[in-house]
């Protein structure tokens, strides 16, 4: 039963927002407002904005187009850097998974010291090449 007084409050609130609304006070000062005006005293009108927003001329040469095919255009350009970004990363990630597996003595500088990675080192990079590859890379 709410839901069904819920949907037809909202399904009329554009038509009730299009009448006329009074507003008057009564003898105890108690402001009201309410759709018919009281009988037997003064009332005024209240003007409620309308509810669509107005929407601005557009003059030939105003350039809003511009300014939108600027932003798509820098959009576009941001997707296109990310792409490229994205697809070295993918390059490089092969790269190095390529190297961590045909390669069993790889070294890793380490405070400016090179170690050698172990065995358990190295299957443990090539599991986490393999995984940034599988989530970054199509």
Partial sequence: MRMLLLTLLIGLSPWCTAAQIYKWVDAQGVTHFDAQPPPGQSSTTVHMPSSAPAKPAAMPGSGVLGDQKAIDDKVKKQVDDQQAQLKA??????????????????????????????????????????????????
């Fill in 89 to 138: 990363f993918c390059e490089q990630a092969r790269t190095n998974l390529a190297q961590l597996q045909n390669n069993p003595r790889l070294r890793e500088d380490v405070g400016g010291e090179l170690r050698r990675l172990d065995d358990a080192q190295r299957q443990e990079r090539i599991v986490e090449a393999q995984k940034q590859i599988r989530e970054n890379c199509q």
